[in-house]
């Protein structure tokens, strides 16, 4: 058989794979509904329901190419499931760069080449994993995943323009996905110091890098000064900046980045609104401190002798902590956070496995791994499945939460179900008796409940 037949077939075997991986572990995603921001952002919001709506509201809104979807769906007429089934596709398009950019890292290191199957298997583990479920399932999750597109895009375009030593790639296609990634989500801010990460762990130094990535470079302090000054970005960065102070910010993040760290190694609890506060001191906050100088220090010990290891955590920890120093969330984490990050990290807990197990103990142990993630993302579909089955699994692990204790009412209320409904808001009131949704919501209950009464009382 030719050679380019045979890899031919073996992209085809590895597409095929990947295609029923995603589709075994979303299939019963599509019949979701629409979720809490869901309302606001698509179903009550008129800028993505036609593309003259749409083109206006690009002069001042903000994240065109993540409305620009929501209009695509929007108008095909397709339903919820349209939505749904977009995120699915994209979630399948970001497992197969996952698979390409794996190749190309795996290449590069001797003690890996000897396990082609490497690349596979962690497009498998991404593609399974159940703390991607917010990312995909969620449509509103969906800035994410399809910032993480254009984010592994222009990755991969760059990696293919210092290959073939292409101005084309390296100075037009790399940072044109970078600008489509900031289009969706700001986060993308970090692409370049990505670029930077791939140079150094490839052998390369940072001045050969900026050599190769000032387009990229560029492309940012461009970006940097349209945020500043662009109404819509500008009063956001303006609230966030005025949460906390440098300190604070930097325990909140560390408290951040511990909680999402268990959230991928044990995905037992994910919750769209996790109950964690902001601080502003290291007071109690041993433990994660603790997990973060952990992994600091084991990215600077395994830095040459397991590079794709000491990669996996100096990637973690660009995607989880700078940004959020200088601009930090007022919901400090949630599990799409994730969605962008784990990719070496999945790289990099398949090629442990494989160094440390014996050949026929590793094929079993990531079988069973991979059966036990799909599992999971299956039975975590379950609660998107209504705004009610989602918002009681968000109060089994956010019990103490007031918005969570108000959302679960509020679904009640929307399904008519008063009692259960009046018990959830009284539990916000509880926990913060001047949460003043909570509040009016119990209202609006009281005054449905006497009309209802009064109308049924008429001859």
Same mark, same amino acid.
């Given at each position: 058989?030719?050679?380019?037949?045979?890899?031919? /077939?073996?992209?085809?075997?590895?597409?095929?794979?990947?295609?029923?991986?995603?589709?075994?572990?979303?299939?019963?995603?599509? =019949?979701?509904?629409?979720?809490?921001?869901?309302?606001?952002?698509?179903?009550?919001?008129?800028?993505?329901?036609?593309?003259?709506?749409?083109?206006?509201?690009?002069?001042?809104?903000?994240?065109?190419?993540?409305?620009?979807?929501?209009?695509?769906?929007?108008?095909?007429?397709?339903?919820?499931?349209?939505?749904?089934?977009?995120?699915?596709?994209?979630?399948? @398009?970001? !497992?197969?760069?996952? +698979?390409?950019?794996?190749?190309?890292?795996?290449?590069?290191?001797?003690?890996?080449?000897?396990?082609?199957?490497?690349?596979?298997?962690?497009?498998?583990?991404?593609?399974?994993?159940?703390?991607? !479920?917010?990312?995909?399932?969620?449509? @509103?999750?969906?800035?994410?995943?399809?910032? !993480?597109?254009?984010?592994?895009?222009?990755?991969?375009?760059?990696?293919?323009?210092?290959?073939?030593?292409?101005?084309?790639?390296?100075?037009?296609? !790399?940072?044109? @996905?970078?600008?489509?990634? &900031?289009?969706?989500?700001?986060?993308?801010?970090?692409?370049?110091?990505?670029?930077?990460? +791939?140079?150094?762990?490839?052998?390369?130094?940072?001045?050969?890098? #900026?050599?190769? $990535?000032?387009?990229?470079?560029?492309?940012?302090?461009?970006?940097?000064?349209?945020?500043?000054?662009?109404?819509?970005?500008?009063?956001?960065?303006?609230?966030?900046?005025?949460?906390?102070?440098?300190?604070?910010?930097?325990?909140?993040?560390?408290?951040?980045?511990?909680?999402?760290?268990?959230?991928?190694?044990? =995905?037992?609890?994910?919750?769209?609104?996790?109950?964690? /506060?902001?601080?502003?001191?290291?007071?109690?906050?041993?433990?994660?401190?603790?997990?973060?100088?952990?992994?600091?220090?084991?990215?600077?010990?395994?830095?040459?002798?397991?590079?794709?290891?000491?990669?996996?955590?100096?990637?973690?920890?660009?995607? #989880?902590?700078?940004?959020?120093?200088?601009?930090? /969330?007022?919901?400090?984490?949630?599990?799409?956070? &994730?969605?962008?990050?784990?990719?070496?990290?999945?790289?990099?807990?398949?090629?442990?496995?494989?160094?440390?197990?014996?050949?026929?103990?590793?094929?079993?142990?990531?079988?069973?791994?991979?059966?036990?993630?799909?599992?999971?993302?299956?039975? /975590?579909?379950?609660?998107?499945?209504?705004?009610?089955?989602?918002?009681?699994?968000?109060?089994?692990?956010?019990?103490?939460?007031?918005?969570? $204790?108000?959302?679960?009412?509020?679904?009640?209320? $929307?399904?008519?179900?008063?009692?259960? %409904?009046?018990?959830?808001?009284?539990?916000?009131?509880?926990?913060?008796?001047?949460?003043?949704?909570?509040?009016?919501?119990?209202?609006?209950?009281?005054?449905?409940?006497?009309?209802? %009464?009064?109308?049924?009382?008429?001859?």
């Amino acid at each position: 058989m030719r050679p380019e037949l045979n890899g031919q /077939r073996k992209y085809l075997f590895t597409a095929a794979l990947l295609f029923i991986a995603v589709v075994i572990a979303y299939a019963n995603a599509l =019949p979701g509904v629409f979720q809490f921001d869901d309302f606001n952002v698509i179903v009550n919001n008129p800028s993505v329901h036609s593309w003259s709506a749409w083109w206006l509201d690009l002069q001042h809104g903000i994240r065109p190419l993540l409305k620009l979807s929501y209009t695509f769906d929007w108008t095909l007429g397709s339903g919820v499931a349209g939505f749904h089934l977009t995120n699915v596709l994209i979630h399948l @398009c970001n !497992t197969w760069l996952v +698979w390409a950019l794996t190749r190309h890292f795996a290449a590069r290191h001797t003690a890996l080449q000897s396990q082609p199957a490497l690349p596979l298997l962690a497009a498998l583990l991404f593609a399974v994993h159940p703390v991607h !479920t917010e990312a995909v399932s969620y449509i @509103c999750g969906r800035s994410s995943a399809l910032m !993480t597109l254009f984010y592994l895009s222009g990755l991969l375009f760059y990696i293919a323009g210092r290959a073939r030593d292409s101005r084309l790639y390296l100075h037009l296609l !790399t940072p044109l @996905c970078m600008l489509l990634a &900031l289009g969706v989500k700001e986060t993308a801010v970090t692409f370049p110091a990505a670029l930077v990460l +791939w140079e150094i762990y490839g052998g390369g130094s940072i001045r050969s890098a #900026l050599r190769k $990535q000032w387009s990229s470079w560029l492309l940012l302090l461009a970006g940097a000064i349209f945020f500043l000054l662009h109404a819509g970005y500008s009063a956001e960065m303006a609230a966030s900046a005025g949460l906390n102070s440098l300190t604070g910010n930097l325990v909140t993040q560390t408290l951040a980045f511990a909680y999402l760290l268990r959230q991928w190694f044990f =995905p037992l609890w994910l919750n769209v609104d996790p109950d964690l /506060r902001v601080v502003h001191d290291f007071s109690g906050l041993m433990p994660q401190v603790t997990v973060l100088l952990a992994v600091i220090v084991l990215m600077l010990l395994t830095w040459h002798r397991r590079p794709w290891l000491s990669f996996a955590l100096a990637w973690v920890l660009l995607q #989880l902590l700078p940004l959020y120093l200088l601009l930090p /969330r007022l919901d400090v984490a949630n599990d799409r956070q &994730l969605y962008l990050v784990n990719w070496p990290l999945a790289f990099a807990v398949i090629a442990e496995l494989s160094l440390w197990l014996k050949p026929k103990n590793f094929k079993v142990s990531v079988a069973l791994l991979l059966v036990v993630l799909v599992s999971l993302t299956v039975l /975590r579909n379950q609660d998107f499945r209504s705004e009610i089955s989602l918002w009681q699994a968000t109060a089994q692990h956010s019990p103490n939460k007031a918005r969570v $204790q108000n959302n679960l009412g509020y679904a009640y209320m $929307q399904a008519g179900r008063t009692e259960e %409904a009046r018990a959830a808001f009284m539990s916000a009131l509880q926990l913060d008796p001047n949460y003043y949704q909570a509040r009016y919501n119990l209202l609006r209950l009281d005054e449905d409940i006497g009309g209802k %009464a009064a109308t049924g009382s008429q001859p």
